[in-house]
C-alpha cells in the first residue's frame, strides 16, 4: 500500500518514515461539535510513511515536553491583545480586494503608511526631550546602541548604519539577535531566549555612559527583556521603543526595576495592514523616529548637518509627497506585481512543488550601494513572513529548497556587499556571524552564487537603483539586466530618483526592458526619505505577489512556520479566526496548541530534505475540515495548488 504522501515525492526523492512519539503534558480539550463523531483521529501522529516503497527514512520524535505547557504558553505568549496582532478593519478585505483591481490593493496599504507620519509628528516632541540626555552621556564617552531580533534587529543595523555614514566617529552600534547572520536568515528562536539577550548585552562590555534603546514593536520579545536588565544592571541609560499598549510581564518587570528603571518609549500606531507584519507600519514609524532621534543627537554631537533639512516639518514634508508619488504609480508597481506572479504560476516553476525540479520560478533582485541594504531587507523578510524558503547557507543548505527570492550586490566583492548592508565590518565570532557562509556579490564564487542563480526563461531579474541629482548611472546593474534579458528572463528596473520622469528616461535612452519610475524624490541628509520610499515600493510589490499567492487570507498572514511561540500563537489565532468565519464556531486554543506544535515538527522533517509540504495553519485546518490525517492533507492541498477558498 503506497503512502499518501507517495505522489508528491518524485522518485529521485528518498522515502520518507515517520516514527513519532508524543509526550503531552496534558490532554487537550475535545474538538468542537462538528468534529465530535470524527471516524478517525485528526492528530497527525496517527499518520506513518513505513509503506513508501522508496529506500532510505527518517525518524522524527516529538515530544510535547520540550515546549511549554499550554498553561504556561497561554499566561507568557497568547499576544492577541497586542496592537500589533489585532486586526485592521480598514484591511479586513484587502486580499478580496487586491484579487478584483491590483491598484484599489495597493491603496488600501498605502493609506495605512500614511498614518505613520501623524505618530512621529505627535510623538516627536518626547524624543526632543531625551536628546540632551543621550548627548551628554555621548559627550562622556558613552555609545548609541540599539538591540532587537528580526525585523527590529534589522532596524538597529540600519539606524546605527545612517548615523555613522554621515559621522564615522559618531559612536553608534546595531545589534541584531543572532549575530550578523541573522540580519540575513531569521533566527527566529532568540526572540524567545532572553539568556542570549543578556549574553549579547555582555559581550559589549557596556559601561554607564553608555545608552541602549530596545526595538521591538509587539514589546513581548524575551531576547530585549534579557538585553535590557543585562544593560541597567550596567548602570546604561535603557530605552525601551514598542507599538502596543497591552505588553507582558516581564516586559512591565523592566520598566518596574528597583534600580536603574529601564524608561518605555510607547507608541502605539494601532494594528499594522496585514495583522502581526511588523515590518510595515510599525517598522517605518520606529525607523523615522528614531532616525530624527539619531538626526538631532548628531547636531548636538558637532557633526555637521544642516537642522532645518532634519527638521519634523521638513521631513514630514518630504514623507508625505514621497507617498503621493507613490500612489502616483501604482501601475507600474501593479505591472511588477503581474510579472512576478507569471514568474510563480508558471507550470515549470518550483513555488508549489515538494523540491526543486527544475530551474524556473524565481525573482533576482540586483541593487547598488544605495539601495542594496534596503532590497535585501525586502527579500529577507519575504521567507519568515510568508513562508517561502531562506536564503542558503554555503556551507551545508543545498538539500533545502531554493529560495524564491535572492537580492546580489552589484559593484563589489562580497566583502564589499557585507559592508553594504550591515555598514560597518561583520563582527566574527560564531557560525553565524561568518560573512563566507553567505554569498551577496553578483561576484562571489562557490554553490550559492549569482553565476549559479536560474536567470533565464520562466524567471525575473529586478535591478533597483536610487539616483540623486549628479550621480552617474550605475552601468554595472544595466548591463546584469542586459544579460538576464539576453538569456530570456523577465527584466525590470525600479528607479527611485531626485530626477524627474523625463530626464530619467533621458538617461535610459537604450535600455528597453521595462522601468518603473518613481520621481521627483526629495531626499533628506539622514538617507530617510529615500529609504522610506524603496520600502514602500519594495513592501507593495512583496505584499501584493504574496497575497495573490494564496499566503495571505484577507489581511491575515495565513502561511505562517511557527518556528517560535509568537508565531505558534499567530498561527492558532489563523486557524481559529478563519473557522469561526466560517463554521461560526470558535475552536479552543487548548486543542489547537499540540496539534500545531506536532504539525510544524512533521513539517521541520520535510524542510531539512527540501519537501514543500504548504503552511502549517492550513495544513491543521485541513486536517480539522477533512477529518484527516497530516500526509492526507497534504495530498488534498496538493490537487487545489493550496488554495484555501477551494477547500469545501
Known sequence: MTSPLSPLIPSSTPAIVITQSFKSSGSPKSPPSSLKNSPRSFSPSHDRFSENPLASSVSVSVDLSRYLSFQDFEQKFNLSQTATETENQATASFSDEIRKSAEKGLTMLLKEDLKVIPHFKSFSKQL????????????????????????????????????TSNCPEFPCLGIIGGGDCAFISA???????????????????????????????????????????????????????????????????????????????LLDIGPQAIVGSTRLQAYSVSRICLTYLIGQTLLKYGCSIHPDEI??????????????????????????????????????????????????????????????????????????TFSTNAYRREDNDQQQKRPEYQAFYVGGDNEAAWKTILGREPH???????????????????????????????????????????????????????????????????????YDRQSVRAMLEHFESKTVIIDKIEDDPLGLTRSETLKRVL?????????????????????????????????????????????????????????????????????????FTYPTALVVFTMLKKTCGFSQAIDHLQTIRGDISLLC
Open 428 to 498: 566574527v565570532g560564531d557560525e553565524w556571524s561568518d560573512p563566507s557562509v553567505f554569498l551577496l556579490s553578483t561576484q562571489a564564487q562557490g554553490q550559492e552564487t549569482y553565476k549559479n542563480r536560474p536567470k533565464g526563461r520562466g524567471n525575473c531579474v529586478i535591478g533597483v537603483d536610487f539616483w540623486p541629482k549628479g550621480m552617474v548611472v550605475s552601468n554595472h546593474l544595466i548591463e546584469e539586466l542586459n544579460v538576464a534579458e539576453e538569456g530570456e528572463a523577465t527584466t525590470i528596473l525600479i528607479v527611485v530618483s531626485e
Open 128 to 163: 526632543d526631550l531625551i536628546v540632551p540626555v543621550i548627548a551628554s552621556r555621548m559627550v562622556q564617552g558613552g555609545r548609541l546602541i540599539f538591540a532587537g531580533v528580526g525585523s527590529s534587529g534589522r532596524l538597529a543595523i540600519d539606524l546605527a548604519a545612517k548615523a
Open 539 to 611: 513592501n507593495l510589490v512583496s505584499n501584493g505577489v504574496m497575497t495573490l499567492m494564496n499566503k495571505v487570507l484577507g489581511n491575515k498572514m495565513f502561511d505562517v512556520r511557527p518556528s517560535n511561540y509568537k508565531l505558534i500563537d499567530r498561527c492558532i489565532r489563523n486557524i481559529r479566526s478563519e473557522w469561526f468565519n466560517r463554521y461560526g464556531e470558535w475552536l479552543e486554543r487548548e486543542t489547537l496548541y499540540p496539534m500545531v506544535i506536532e504539525t510544524w515538527e512533521m513539517q521541520k522533517s520535510f524542510l531539512k530534505l527540501g519537501i
Open 311 to 384: 527638521s519634523v516639518a521638513a521631513l514630514s514634508d518630504k514623507l508625505e509627497k514621497a507617498n503621493e508619488i507613490i500612489a502616483k504609480n501604482l501601475s507600474g508597481i501593479a505591472e511588477i506585481i503581474s510579472a512576478e506572479c507569471a514568474v510563480f504560476r508558471n507550470p515549470h516553476a518550483n513555488f508549489y512543488r515538494v523540491n526543486d525540479e527544475t530551474r524556473c520560478g524565481y525573482v533576482t533582485m540586483l541593487g547598488t550601494d544605495i539601495t542594496f541594504r534596503e532590497i535585501f531587507i525586502d527579500t529577507a523578510e519575504i521567507p519568515p
Open 187 to 265: 533566527r527566529e528562536d532568540f526572540e524567545d531566549s532572553d539568556k542570549e539577550g543578556e549574553l549579547a548585552a555582555k559581550k559589549l562590555k557596556l559601561t554607564k555612559s553608555d545608552i541602549v534603546f530596545l526595538i521591538s514593536a509587539s514589546g513581548a520579545t524575551s531576547y530585549n527583556v534579557g538585553f535590557g536588565h543585562a544593560a541597567a544592571n550596567r548602570d546604561c541609560l535603557v530605552y525601551y521603543f514598542y507599538n502596543s499598549t497591552v505588553i507582558p510581564k516581564r516586559t512591565e518587570d523592566l520598566f518596574n526595576r528597583i534600580n536603574n528603571k529601564v524608561m518605555p518609549l
